[in-house]
């Protein structure tokens, strides 16, 4: 059995990371349509699954304004079911801050009803 992989998985990714952090640094509840209740986010090493428990732990972050400024951005098929795995570098400012931080969050995003959401999503600052 042959298997054919979506040749367009890094355009699904490029066009979902601009969706996201545009989602995000506009209005975080915004975002809870990405994720599902099996989805998970590891924040800094702690772990949230589902999609109210995510969105109320990224809503709570203490800033008010964040600008995301990706840096790089890698993607892969993640599985023969149409998967993607995507990893993102960058910079973000938060509130007044003249100082970027430094991140790198991965996700793995699953097809379902002809769209994609977060499976999985992971956040870490670096320092």
Same mark, same amino acid.
Request: avoid cysteine; charged fraction near 15%.
């Given at each position: 059995m042959e298997t054919f992989i979506c040749l367009d998985f890094a355009e699904i990714a490029q &066009?979902? *990371?601009?969706?996201?952090?545009?989602?995000?640094?506009?209005?975080?509840?915004n975002l809870a349509g990405l994720y599902r209740d099996n989805s998970m986010l590891t924040f800094e090493g702690a772990a949230i699954q589902g999609s109210g428990g995510i969105v109320e732990k990224l809503?709570?972050?203490?800033? &008010?304004? *964040?600008?995301?400024q990706v840096s790089t951005l890698d993607a892969q098929p993640s599985n023969e079911s149409g998967g993607i795995m995507v990893i993102v570098t960058g910079a973000l400012l938060v509130d007044e801050e003249q100082r970027p931080m430094?991140?790198?969050?991965v996700f793995q995003l699953l097809p379902a009803d002809g769209s994609y959401f977060v499976f999985n999503d992971i956040f870490r600052l670096i320092y």
């Open positions: &066009q979902f *990371v601009q969706f996201y952090y545009k989602t995000f640094d506009e209005g975080r509840p809503v709570g972050l203490p800033f &008010q304004k *964040v600008v995301h430094n991140y790198s969050q």
